[in-house]
Each structure stands twice: as C-alpha cells, then as structure tokens.
C-alpha cells in the first residue's frame, strides 16, 4: 500500500516535494502557518527538543479535537492531544487546564515524573467534575461529554507518554545504518475493541454480565462507548448524573455504584536515544486509514517541515479510496457532512534532536502552539 501512497502524496501538485535527505530539516527551516478549508497547519517550528510539525482537519460540524504545545523551562517540551466525545466540552477544558495542573504537580523537588504527570489528569478529572456539578440545573448534557488525552513530555532525556482512550504515539526509529525506519507504538489504547481492555473491565466489573456489549460489530463500553477512560463522562463515572436529564441514549437501565470509566492514565517513559528520530502523536482518525508503519514511512521519506499535513492528507486520500472517491471530491464536502467519510483528524510530530538534548540546555525561544481552527 504505501508506495502507492508515497506516489500519491509526490504527485499531487508539488505541494509537498520530496526532499534529498529523507527525515532530514527543511532547506529554507521556514515555519509557515495556514489554512485552506477544515485543515489548519504549522508547517515547522522549533522547539527545546528539536522540531515540531502540527495540523488538524476538522469533520464535525463543531471540532471535537483540540491540540496544544508548550516548549519552555523548566518543563521542557510538552504536547497534548484532546479527542473529544459527546461534544467539545470536555477537551476544550482538558486543553486549557491539564498543562496549568502539570505545572502545579511538577513544581515540586522531584520536578517531571510519571505520578506529577497521574497527578495532573487526576486533577484535570476533578475540576471537570466541579464544572459539571456547577452546570448541572442548567446544562446537563455536559455530563455526557468526554475526551480522550494523549500527552507527551520530553524533559532533559526523558520521554514520557500518558494516555487515555485510543490515540495514540508512535516512535519513528532509525534501523542501524540501513536508512530505513522502524514504527514503535509507545501507548496502550483504552478501547473496547481490544480483547485485552474488555478482559480488563470484566475483571473490575466482575458482578456486571453487561460491562461489555457487542453492537452493530462494535465492542462498547456498557454498549454505550469504545473508550474505557477518559476525561469527563461523568454519566458513566457518578450515577447521580445518569438520570432523565441527560438524552435517553446514555442513560443506563440500572444504576452503578462504582465508576465504569477511569481517568487513571497509562503512563510510560524512556530514555531517549540517538536512533530515536520522531514521535506521531495523533487521535485515532489518522490510525484509522494509515498503519503505524505506513505513517513512519511517509515522514521519514519527506521533508521535515509539512510532515502533520501529509499524514493528513495520506489519510483522507486513503479515506476516499475506501469509498470509491477521489480526494479532490473528498475535500469539496463541507463539516458534519464529511464526518460520514473520516473523524476529526489531529497530529503532532516531535522530530527529536538528541544532541541538543545531550548538552541539557534549553535554547532557543518559549514555543506556545494551539490550533487556530475556528469552532
């Protein structure tokens, strides 16, 4: 499949031209913003860990994904990607407030560490609650709404990856001195899909025979939804928001007396080496219609910067092909009506420069990124 594709993504209009020195930075290292239509782009930006390419193609009529990127002392560089659910609310909130609380759980003496991390989605979880709890008489539908997170921290050597629900982190590795490239996935994802995930709920839900429902071919939690954790959901969380006041299609036919989703994130880190390139950090629309090592393989043979727009575009040229359409036709389709063909699409790609890690010093100015798509 991918050769086609790489074909694909030369030929379209010179708007991306390959480069001589595949996975190599820019010739100009111009750091180009735009938009055409529902894809908004940052093309390349530096930052205390190397490079950053970042887009979104927005397919809801309201866009559920949010993104967002702060490079600075004394955090280093930290990235997130916000899959919401149920309506934007929730990822909204987790995009403004989760970095604020890493701050906060990281400005103690052991600074950057997986439980700061746990800390501030924990606490992202808790002030998402006070809001719904405030919202309640006035707006109870926010209680149905959730968000998947997926966050990275590159600080000093360190990487860390946090994630809850189905997006996902993929390392680009360099195999040896051949030139060519490895995909590494870096995350579990909380999706009930998974045999593992639904052996997991039933193993915390041992007294419930409905924890898991298999509907339309689709794995869901409680039949209702496919993710397992998440930020927000309160009506799957806290029972005394599982009532008539949310829509009749979330509301359970028995009560619950412990949480049914978790906002515990699975947090792993590593030290980074030299072999490691790139990381993608994308929400599942682009895992839907590219490959882990598909994905690798389309940055490491370009250019550096444009490198989240073209995993964009290889994915809605392949989202169209799977529906008998040209790409051209795919991006004639306006919101909410394009999201019969793909999600909402978000992706981050940290090209690391592992010898300005090394020397330990941040350079190079602050970095604040957050897509500029309208909602």
């Given at each position: 499949?991918l050769?086609?594709?790489?074909?694909?993504?030369?030929?379209?209009?010179?708007?991306?031209?390959?480069?001589?020195a595949?996975g190599?930075?820019?010739?100009s290292?111009e750091?180009?913003e735009?938009?055409?239509?529902?894809?908004?782009?940052?093309?390349?930006?530096?930052c205390?860990?190397?490079?950053v390419?970042?887009?979104?193609?927005?397919?809801?009529?309201?866009?559920?994904?949010?993104?967002?990127?702060?490079s600075?002392?004394?955090?280093?560089?930290v990235?997130?990607?916000f899959d919401?659910h149920?309506g934007?609310?929730?990822?909204?909130?987790?995009?403004?407030?989760l970095?604020?609380?890493?701050?906060?759980?990281?400005s103690?003496?052991?600074?950057?560490t997986?439980?700061?991390?746990?800390?501030?989605?924990l606490?992202?979880?808790e002030?998402?609650?006070?809001?719904?709890?405030?919202?309640?008489e006035?707006?109870?539908?926010?209680?149905?709404?959730?968000?998947?997170?997926l966050?990275?921290?590159v600080?000093?050597?360190?990487?860390f990856?946090a994630n809850?629900g189905?997006?996902?982190a993929?390392l680009g590795?360099?195999?040896?001195?051949?030139?060519?490239?490895a995909?590494?996935q870096?995350c579990?994802?909380?999706?009930?899909?998974?045999?593992?995930?639904r052996?997991e709920l039933v193993?915390?839900h041992?007294?419930?025979p409905?924890i898991?429902?298999l509907?339309?071919?689709?794995?869901?939690?409680?039949?209702?939804?496919?993710?397992?954790?998440?930020?927000?959901?309160?009506?799957l969380?806290?029972a005394?928001?599982n009532?008539?006041?949310?829509?009749?299609?979330f509301r359970?036919?028995?009560?619950?007396?412990?949480?049914?989703?978790?906002?515990?994130?699975?947090?792993?880190?590593?030290?980074?080496?030299?072999?490691?390139?790139?990381i993608i950090?994308?929400s599942?629309?682009?895992?839907?219609?590219?490959?882990?090592?598909?994905?690798?393989?389309?940055?490491h043979?370009?250019q550096?910067?444009?490198?989240?727009?073209r995993l964009i575009?290889?994915?809605?040229?392949e989202a169209?092909?799977?529906?008998?359409?040209?790409?051209?036709?795919?991006?004639?389709?306006d919101?909410?009506?394009r999201?019969?063909?793909h999600?909402?699409?978000?992706?981050?790609?940290?090209?690391?420069?592992?010898?300005?890690?090394?020397?330990?010093a941040a350079q190079?100015?602050?970095?604040?990124?957050?897509?500029a798509l309208?909602?």
């Amino acid at each position: 499949m991918l050769g086609p594709l790489l074909r694909l993504l030369s030929g379209c209009g010179g708007v991306w031209p390959t480069s001589p020195a595949p996975g190599s930075a820019s010739s100009s290292g111009e750091d180009s913003e735009g938009r055409d239509g529902l894809l908004w782009w940052r093309d390349l930006a530096r930052c205390h860990a190397g490079e950053v390419s970042v887009a979104v193609a927005q397919a809801n009529q309201v866009l559920e994904d949010q993104c967002r990127l702060e490079s600075a002392p004394p955090l280093g560089t930290v990235l997130g990607i916000f899959d919401g659910h149920g309506g934007p609310d929730a990822a909204r909130f987790a995009c403004d407030n989760l970095f604020p609380n890493l701050r906060e759980a990281s400005s103690g003496p052991h600074g950057v560490t997986a439980e700061a991390i746990r800390e501030a989605f924990l606490a992202t979880e808790e002030g998402f609650l006070a809001l719904v709890s405030s919202l309640w008489e006035t707006q109870p539908d926010i209680a149905t709404a959730g968000t998947c997170c997926l966050v990275g921290v590159v600080h000093n050597r360190t990487l860390f990856v946090a994630n809850l629900g189905d997006s996902r982190a993929v390392l680009g590795k360099k195999v040896g001195r051949t030139g060519q490239i490895a995909a590494e996935q870096l995350c579990s994802e909380h999706n009930a899909n998974q045999e593992a995930v639904r052996q997991e709920l039933v193993a915390q839900h041992p007294d419930d025979p409905q924890i898991v429902a298999l509907k339309h071919g689709v794995w869901r939690v409680r039949g209702l939804i496919q993710v397992s954790r998440s930020i927000g959901d309160v009506y799957l969380k806290h029972a005394k928001y599982n009532n008539e006041r949310i829509k009749p299609k979330f509301r359970l036919s028995e009560s619950f007396t412990k949480p049914i989703l978790s906002a515990d994130p699975s947090i792993i880190s590593r030290t980074l080496q030299p072999s490691d390139s790139f990381i993608i950090f994308a929400s599942d629309g682009l895992w839907e219609h590219l490959s882990n090592q598909d994905a690798v393989e389309i940055v490491h043979s370009h250019q550096r910067a444009g490198s989240a727009r073209r995993l964009i575009k290889a994915a809605l040229q392949e989202a169209a092909r799977k529906r008998e359409m040209r790409y051209s036709d795919l991006t004639k389709i306006d919101k909410k009506v394009r999201r019969h063909f793909h999600d909402d699409i978000t992706v981050i790609v940290l090209f690391i420069n592992y010898d300005l890690l090394v020397k330990g010093a941040a350079q190079g100015q602050p970095l604040s990124i957050r897509c500029a798509l309208d909602y």
